[in-house]
Each structure stands twice: as C-alpha cells, then as structure tokens.
C-alpha cells in the first residue's frame, strides 16, 4: 500500500457507459481510465467481479464464484472484431436504459450473443486462438474445472445445486466424470467466457497501468451458499449433511435494530488453518491477479465473526467466534512473499470496531475506512468528521452501501446541519464538493469519492440499500456526463490538497 497522499474514484463495472444497457470491458471502461486521467486520479475502485445471478437480485457480493467474472461484463464489440460476432447481432437489448441497468433484459440478450460467439469461436478458431484458449484452462483449472461445471449443471436442474440429484450435489466422481462428458459443449461454453473476461481484464489492467491508474478491488468475507465455491469446497465450510448451512453468518443486534442475518455459509476455520489456508490463498491470488490493491469487506470477521444456528429464528441466537486472526494474514504474506505490513489490503471496518479489529489491523499495517456520513457533525472529536481522519486511514465521501453525499445532506436535522456548515465553512450550496474538499484535505493517505458524488446526484441516484432486495445495483453513468469540467474541478483539488 502507497503511503503517500493519494485519491480516486469509486464506480463499480456495470455503471460504466456502454450500448447494451450495462457497463462492460469495453469503450466505456477506456471513457472512465481517460476521465480518471484527466482528473489526476490514481485509484479506480469497484465491486467484487463475480457471475451475478437474479436468485440474489444480481448482487456482486452473492456471486456464483469467487474465482470467475461475470459474463455480463464481456465486452460484445471485442467478440465482433475478432470475427466471432457480426456487427448486426450488436443491436443492444430492448428496452436499454443508458441510466439504469434492467438485468433481466440484458442477461437475456448478452448470453444469447455470447452463446454465438462460442459457436463461432468453436466452427472456426486459428490454432492461435485455440492454444491460447487451452492454456487459460490448464493454468486455471484449480477453479475452472469446478466453476464451468457447476455451471453447466446449473443450467440443467432447478433450484439450488443443494436440490441436484444426490449424486450431483454429492459429488460422485463417477457421475461428475460422465457429465463432464455428456456436457462437454456446455462446459466449453462456460469456460469460453471465461477466457474472454480474462483476455478483456488484463487487456483493461494494461490500459489503467498506462495511465498511471491503480485498480482496487472487493474482497468480501464470505460467499453465497448456492455458489460453485460451496459445491466445490464443501470441507472449507461448516454445512449439514446434506450440504446446507449448519451456521450462517450476520451481524448481532445493536441498540435500535435486531441484528441481521446474512444466511453465508461459515468457514470451518480449523480446517483452514490445517491446509494452510490453501483456499484462501488461492482466492487471494486470484483477485490479485486483477486488481493492485483488495478492500476486505467485513474485516471484522478475521478477528471474531457472528455465528447463527441456521434454524434459529433471530440473529441474537448467535455468537462471537474466534476468526483465524494474525495466523491467516501471515500465512497470505508468506504466500504473496511480502512483508507482513506491505499487504495490499484495505480494511472495512466500519461498525463492530473494537480493540482485537484495531489490534489486528494495526499490526499489518492495513488502513481502515472513514466515511463523513457517520460522523457526529456536533462533537469536536467525532471519529468521522475529516478534520480527525488518521494518516493510517482510506476516507470515503460515500460508498456504495450508503446514500450520495447530496442525499446524505438532504436527510440531515436541522442541528447536524448547522454543525456539518460549520465544520466545513460551508453553506452547503455545492455540498458535494464540499464534502470532497473535506475528504481530501483530511490527514488520510488514501481519499475516495463516487461518480455519483462527483456530479452532485440524490438519493435516486444511491447504488445499493442493504436489507433491500429491490432496485439495487443499477445506476449507470453517460460517457457525456464524464466532463472535462467535472475532471478539471477533481484534479484542481487534488492539486491544492497535495495529493
């Protein structure tokens, strides 16, 4: 982690520009690397890149695996020059929202277009491609084998792979060999799109690294129950015997609210720390395969994490559990071969924040989060307000969980906002560069704003409301509204605050 005084731009994948009614690899990505470029920026950050499915309301933080990408995300025109589209099958979704994402609509059509492209890819491919297609399966089969297999499976039985046939769900290796066999196009398929996330990523890890950009990336804690991760790894997991949850993994009730319950599987982490970690590692070095620099969502969970009997009826059936603790971060630094305080990790830590989570940070040197909207705008010493933001510390206008910053305003009481006006000598007319100014004139190394933010959007314009199922992960950015003078205004900050 650089320790100098550096800043960028939060905005996830699919709210980039782009003509098939979602963000992609593509033109849009390149639109955003050149506005980040303008606007003097150094970080890009994002949501994790895993498949999404309707079932969790394509959220990124339920994917289907930790290891793949998101077919949704493949850029089309790239398919189309290398022959294996023609440019009249690019005739975008019905119904295509530059503003908005309509997932179903999208899914539809890009799984159609990309199910050609395979055809295509499979009729008429050069030795070239073909070998280099080869090669990404050999180097990645530790996840791919599993991942496009489950995959295939997925698109032949109902429900979750937990309701497959037993000896699917069980994974019988005389039966998970024939349907190798008997799905072989489909598998093929599958791996297919991942071959093409991955030729399209790196081709974008180049771009930014050309212009001087960093990617970071989202580590979340735990996966979803029904993911080829469960299915693959059960041994890695605390589940029943037929393979459900035994434990699930939330949060305990705080003062005003009963607690959540997330239903993510727990890690068995004595079996973790028996293999040496070896499923973590892999994961790790996956996503930093992509990314330079991974934010670990729920930090909190290494040091101790909420376990909930999956048949109790309420959260605060649960309790703390001892998490693997300083042991697993070594064992990541002996694996990444880098001195324990040169992770490249930045810790969520918002919330349950108590001695062990600082303890544990501390001791690798991991920054934690800051956010001004939590902060107490009437108490001088109010961890959130900027003025107090450590040095140690990566600070947030907003993230993608909370409302925008003009949002944010909106809802404020009349005191608070009293306070935060003169807090930031500010009458609040342009609160969002208020906000920004604040941010990145505070002590913190690291100084992070949204695209939402950056144009001064409400709360119609907020990413995600946890606890919400509906309406989430949609908003979109136009490649118009990536002005330069909305770049010039960013980088004049970012100049006069010496990052």
């Not at 303008?38 to 289907?64: E, I, K, M, N």
């Not at 991955?198 to 990336?217: H, M, N, P």
């Not at 009458?427 to 992070?448: K, N, Q, T, Y």
């Amino acid at each position: 982690m650089a320790r100098q005084r550096t800043s960028g731009v939060f905005l996830h994948l699919t709210s980039l520009p782009g003509p098939d009614g979602i963000g992609d690899l593509g033109a849009g990505a390149d639109a955003f690397l050149d506005f980040l470029d303008r606007a003097d920026q150094r970080y890009w950050q994002f949501c994790p890149l895993g498949p999404t499915s309707g079932v969790y309301g394509h959220s990124p933080y339920a994917a289907d695996s930790a290891f793949a990408g998101n077919p949704l995300l493949v850029d089309l025109r790239d398919l189309a020059d290398r022959g294996y589209l023609d440019e009249s099958d690019l005739d975008g979704p019905d119904g295509a929202d530059p503003h908005s994402v309509e997932y179903e609509a999208v899914a539809a059509y890009k799984r159609d277009r990309l199910r050609q492209a395979h055809e295509r890819f499979a009729a008429s491919a050069d030795a070239d491609e073909r070998d280099s297609f080869e090669a990404f399966r050999e180097r990645e089969a530790s996840w791919l084998a599993d991942y496009t297999l489950y995959a295939a499976l997925k698109g032949i039985h109902e429900g979750a792979w937990t309701d497959w046939p037993a000896e699917f769900a069980h994974r019988d290796p005389d039966a998970l060999a024939e349907a190798r066999e008997d799905h072989a196009e489909a598998v093929e398929y599958h791996a297919f799109v991942q071959w093409v996330f991955d030729e399209q990523w790196q081709a974008l890890r180049a771009a930014a690294a050309d212009r001087g950009i960093e990617l970071v990336g989202d580590l979340p804690l735990y996966v979803a129950a029904d993911s080829a991760d469960v299915w693959a790894s059960p041994e890695t997991f605390e589940l029943d015997d037929e393979g459900r949850p035994a434990v699930v993994a939330g949060v305990p009730p705080n003062p005003g609210d009963d607690g959540q319950r997330w239903g993510n599987p727990v890690y068995d982490w004595d079996h973790l720390r028996e293999t040496g970690y070896e499923w973590w590692l892999d994961r790790v070095r996956r996503l930093l395969s992509r990314v330079d620099i991974a934010r670990i969502d729920h930090f909190k969970g290494f040091d101790e994490f909420w376990a909930i009997p999956a048949d109790a009826e309420s959260p605060a059936a649960g309790e703390w559990r001892d998490g693997p603790g300083a042991d697993f971060f070594e064992a990541v630094a002996d694996d990444l071969d880098l001195p324990p305080e040169d992770l490249p990790f930045v810790a969520e830590d918002l919330g349950f924040i108590d001695e062990g989570v600082v303890a544990l940070r501390d001791r690798f040197s991991i920054p934690g989060m800051r956010v001004p909207q939590y902060a107490d705008w009437c108490s001088e010493d109010s961890r959130d307000k900027p003025v107090n933001y450590p040095r140690d510390a990566v600070a947030y206008t907003s993230t993608h969980d909370t409302d925008t910053a003009v949002g944010y305003y909106e809802s404020l009481g009349d005191e608070q906002r009293d306070c935060l006006h003169y807090a930031l000598a500010t009458d609040g007319s342009e609160i969002h560069w208020s906000l920004i100014e604040a941010v990145w004139d505070s002590e913190a190394s690291i100084a992070m704003t949204t695209m939402q933010d950056l144009l001064g959007l409400g709360s119609d314009a907020r990413f995600n409301t946890p606890g919400t199922a509906e309406g989430n992960w949609r908003w979109r950015v136009t490649e118009a509204a990536l002005t330069d003078d909305v770049a010039t205004e960013l980088a004049g900050i970012t100049t006069a605050t010496l990052r």
